[in-house]
Every structure is written in C-alpha cells, then in structure tokens.
C-alpha cells in the first residue's frame, strides 16, 4: 500500500503562487509516476502535470503550460507542484497521484493511477 499526503494549498490572490508538496510512504518512490490532478466545482477531476519516475519525462495541461512546474526528490519521496500566476479558474482540490509501472512513462490518464491523496484545495480570489 501506498499513502500520499498533500500539502500546501491555501487561500491566493489571483497573481499569486503556492507550492504544492506530496509525501508518499509506505512503497518505493523510486518506480512510480507521480501526477497532479484537480477537481473544481461542479466539474470532472482533470489532469494537471505529470512527472516520469526517472524525472526525464514530464507533462502539463494546456492550461496551466508555463505557470506550473512538477519536480520530485526521490531520496525524500516527495513530489510538489509549483504554481504561478495563479489564476481564479486554477481554483479547485488538487489531488496527487500514483502510477506504478516498469516503464518510464509520464501518464496523463488518471484511471492509470492505483493510488490517490486526500487532496489539498486552492483557492484564488480575484
């Protein structure tokens, strides 16, 4: 089993910038890929960023390219997303995710992933 602990979110001004940070425990880090997915409102969860295990792949939403950076530090079993120019409509939970896998794959779909965190909300005011 797997456990994931976000944290980080909070209350922003549009503008403004958090850090998202995930700790997982409980399984190596080493072997998964780690994702940021978000759920707003009244809407379907939607991918946000992604991180290969390795680090050498990564991939983000249209919508957030260029303001969002997913890092991880595999001796700390962590995974954060840096967040910038945050936006009112970057508003929702912010949930991390984990892909296990013997590929180096940075997926995108979040039916792929066997295990979630509780989620962290943002929320940005205008």
């Known amino acids: 089993q797997v456990q994931l602990v976000e944290s980080g979110g909070g209350l922003v001004q549009a503008g403004g910038s958090l850090r998202l940070s995930c700790t997982a425990s409980g399984r190596t880090f080493r072997r998964a890929a780690m994702a940021w997915f978000r759920q707003a409102p009244g809407k379907e969860r939607e991918f946000v960023a992604v991180?290969?295990?390795?680090?050498?792949?990564?991939s983000y939403a249209d919508s957030v390219k260029g303001r969002f950076t997913i890092s991880r530090d595999n001796p700390k079993n962590t995974v954060s997303l840096q967040m910038n120019s945050l936006k009112v409509e970057d508003t929702a939970v912010y949930y991390c995710a984990a892909r296990y896998s013997y590929t180096d794959y940075a997926e995108t779909n979040s039916r792929e992933y066997d295990y979630w965190g509780q989620g962290t909300r943002v929320t940005v005011s205008s």
């Open positions: 991180i290969s295990w390795s680090g050498g792949s990564t």
